[in-house]
């Protein structure tokens, strides 16, 4: 008897049962993750754009304009480091057990370690004057080849385009060599033009650059046309040196969306994620405040051709690890709260509003509108009738799984005064609750984040998958440096049954 078949054979059912799992995550069971990210934010920092994620010996750093570093292990939970001399638009790269840090108008820093500290080895030397593409430091972006020559890519300034040139191995402050211009703004481009619209047909900004080399070819992203548009977007072009020639991609632009939470995604990084998938970092463009702006991360994938893609999403995805196969990286789960507030016949309630300020603003799925209670009103609370639309249609109950929130705190403003026994809270703490209900009487408590002590102006959260038709939100207890806005309230989920048609609808008071 061969003993040797039964290990053969539990070894493969173990295997069946690992990939099994890995194919077919369970919500509540695997962890998610959502865009925007819900980054930590600190007194003087937050992770606002412009972002350079690097991997060291299995962690994280994040590198964001907003200054601090954010760590991880995981690429899901993130805690946050105060760093001296993290400029604006900041970019680390290794180079010989160093690590260099370069951004906006500043000098080139360097460190032992991804924490600092970073000490200035000067400013950029032999530089070219600006026919040569140079007018300072700015959006710069050092890459190192696998025969360890180190090249700085930036942009010029407006229509420019991207620049390429080969740094000194002894000196990363220093140009090493001719500069070369790699491409400039393309009018035939149309989502590389200026305005909402790209309306402006001869004016753009290129900037952002990236490059990133895969299976031998070079990949060399970039941004247009700003961040004070909503189609503000990436592109990428391609080449077989990391000099060029680079040729524009057929596929692009690689990141746009204009509509939605998650708009004007571009000028990012892309890192190895702890799964062995490449993962895209890249920058979210708010409406509302005017060049307010998060953090977004999605995965990259390459066709049988080699051209790359990303979507860009903004419902719950699977965490790296999750699955095996980042194509099958949704997990299904939709937001179920938009415009709920405005449905002809919708019972939803609300404690209070300003005017210009409706409760219907917190579900309409854009970051140009916030809700605003009135300054009185010191237990905000939002319910949200799920179904049904109109006084006709039958009741559609819906299993419910994660939340988003987004508060509106880059906004200026006066405070208003504490409740009575209300503790203070540092910025961008904000505790909250949320209950469900299928008969708008009596409501259980899904969610209780009541002591939260974590600071984060975007929050997002899994709840225990329970089945609803009624979701109530109370804030009870937030910042009072400035008034309370919530720019979006979605709660994510699945339909679940119908209640039968001749069944009659409760009708709540």
Not at 100 to 127: H, Q, R
Not at 298 to 314: A, C, E, L, P
Not at 458 to 470: G, L, M, S
Request: glycine content about 10%; hydrophobic content about 35%; overall charge negative.
């Amino acid at each position: 008897m061969n003993r040797t078949l039964p290990l053969v054979l539990f070894i493969m059912v173990i295997l069946a049962i690992s990939i099994a799992l890995a194919e077919d995550p369970v919500i509540g069971k695997i962890a998610r993750y959502c865009n925007p990210l819900p980054m930590i934010t600190a007194l003087g920092s937050s992770a606002s754009g412009d972002v350079t994620v690097i991997r060291e010996q299995g962690k994280y750093y994040m590198y964001c304009t907003g200054g601090g570093v954010w760590i991880s292990d995981d690429m899901l939970s993130w805690s946050f480091q105060r760093v001296d001399n993290v400029p604006v638009a900041p970019h680390v790269a290794k180079y010989n057990g160093s690590f260099y840090m370069c951004g906006n108008d500043g000098p080139v820093f360097k460190a032992d370690n991804p924490l600092g500290p970073f000490v200035s080895i000067g400013e950029w030397k032999n530089t070219p004057d600006v026919k040569g593409g140079w007018n300072g430091p700015f959006d710069v972006d050092i890459f190192i080849d696998d025969d360890n020559i180190p090249y700085l890519y930036y942009p010029g300034r407006g229509v420019s385009g991207i620049y390429v040139v080969q740094l000194d191995p002894n000196d990363l402050s220093r140009f090493a060599g001719p500069v070369k211009h790699l491409f400039g703004f393309n009018s035939d481009h149309v989502w590389e033009r200026y305005g909402e619209m790209n309306e402006y047909t001869d004016v753009a900004w290129i900037e952002g650059p990236w490059l990133q080399k895969h299976n031998g070819i070079y990949y060399l992203q970039y941004s247009a046309s700003g961040t004070q548009w909503k189609t503000y977007a990436e592109g990428y072009y391609t080449a077989k040196s990391p000099m060029g020639p680079f040729t524009y991609a057929p596929n692009n632009p690689l990141l746009r969306r204009t509509d939605g939470i998650v708009t004007g995604p571009a000028h990012g990084s892309i890192v190895e994620g702890p799964d062995g998938n490449l993962w895209q970092f890249y920058t979210i463009v708010l409406s509302n405040p005017p060049g307010g702006r998060r953090i977004g991360m999605d995965r990259v994938t390459f066709d049988k051709d080699g051209n790359m893609s990303v979507k860009v999403t903004d419902t719950p995805q699977w965490a790296p690890n999750a699955v095996s196969d980042p194509m099958k990286g949704n997990s299904g789960s939709i937001p179920v709260t938009i415009n709920k507030i405005r449905a002809m016949n919708a019972l939803s309630k609300f404690s209070s509003q300003q005017s210009g300020r409706d409760a219907a603003y917190a579900v309409d799925n854009s970051s140009g509108t916030w809700w605003e209670p009135v300054p009185e009103d010191t237990l905000p609370t939002l319910m949200i009738e799920l179904s049904p639309a109109t006084r006709f249609d039958v009741v559609q109950l819906f299993n419910i799984d994660a939340v988003r929130l987004m508060f509106n705190s880059g906004r200026r403003g006066f405070g208003r005064p504490l409740a009575a026994g209300t503790a203070q809270l540092s910025p961008d703490i904000y505790q909250y609750k949320i209950e469900v209900s299928i008969d708008g009487e009596t409501y259980l408590t899904a969610l209780d984040q009541t002591k939260n002590i974590i600071s984060r102006n975007t929050i997002f959260e899994e709840i225990p998958p329970v089945k609803c038709r009624f979701v109530r939100l109370t804030i009870t207890n937030w910042p009072r440096t400035t008034p309370l806005g919530i720019l979006e309230f979605t709660i994510f989920g699945r339909p679940a049954e119908s209640l039968p048609a001749d069944q009659p609808i409760p009708i709540v008071q």
